[in-house]
């Protein structure tokens, strides 16, 4: 099973599960009315906490990406190396 099909069952199991909760489909009345109030919006508060959190990971791993100087000194030999060539054909910089 692939990453995606386990997050999208995951996704449609709580879906389920939360739709079932929130429009008593069984018809139990399992919810008292304040959890019922809290349960219409989570969701919506998953999907922001979700949003913060992807954001949070991207920051950090921005914060801390490792710099490469030996293939920065590499790209900058190969630059000088293909800019010397253009010119030699009449290229002007």
Not at 69 to 88: F, K, P, S, V
Request: glycine share 8%; aromatic share 10%.
């Amino acid at each position: 099973m692939t990453k995606l099909l386990q997050w999208l069952f995951a996704l449609a199991l709580l879906g389920g599960t939360w739709a079932t909760l929130t429009l008593n489909l069984l018809g139990l009345n399992l919810l008292s009315p304040p959890l019922h109030q809290v349960l219409w919006p989570l969701p919506t508060y998953l999907l922001v906490t979700f949003g913060c959190y992807s954001l949070g990971v991207v920051g950090y791993r921005l914060a801390t990406f490792n710099d490469c100087e030996a293939a920065a000194r590499e790209l900058q030999a190969q630059i000088r190396e293909a800019r010397d060539d253009l010119a030699r054909r009449g290229m002007k910089f």
